[in-house]
Nanobody
Framework: VQLQASGGGVVQAGGSLRLSCAAS????????MGWFRQAPGKEREIVSA????????FYGDSVKGRFTISTDNAKTTVYLQMSSLKPEDTAVYYC???????????????????WGQGTLVTVSS
């Protein structure tokens, strides 16, 4: 499985940005897709995740109500619509895939097997 993330950039506080992550290869191995982020000097944290089969979603507390995760009909691309962006949202965002079928969403980065390259989001104040 290969994951290709795109859509990062520079935006002013209060603005919006949409990240995309295209999955290719044996995508049938993936049960959930997600986004993590890592700011300088901080640990990687989960932002949001979605289960491909039933569409259930998860959001980290810091992004609830501002970010929306979705997939395309073909279940090969995951989007992260980010609105009302804040300077503290500045980070490298990573797309990820979980190959384990779980009753819950894994919140640790070590639980995810597939990773895309990071895309930098910078929110200016």
């Amino acid at each position: 499985v290969q994951l290709q993330a795109s859509g990062g950039g520079v935006v002013q506080a209060g603005g919006s940005l949409r990240l995309s992550c295209a999955a290719s290869g044996r995508t049938s191995n993936i049960y959930a897709m997600g986004w993590f982020r890592q700011a300088p000097g901080k640990e990687r944290e989960i932002v949001s995740a979605i289960k491909w089969r039933n569409g259930n979603t998860f959001y980290g507390d810091s992004v609830k109500g501002r970010f929306t995760i979705s997939t395309d009909n073909a279940k090969t691309t995951v989007y992260l619509q980010m609105s009302s962006l804040k300077p503290e949202d500045t980070a490298v965002y990573y797309c990820t895939g979980d190959r384990v079928r779980r009753m819950y969403f894994a919140r640790m980065s070590t639980s995810y097997e597939y990773w895309g390259q990071g895309t930098l989001v910078t929110v200016s104040s």
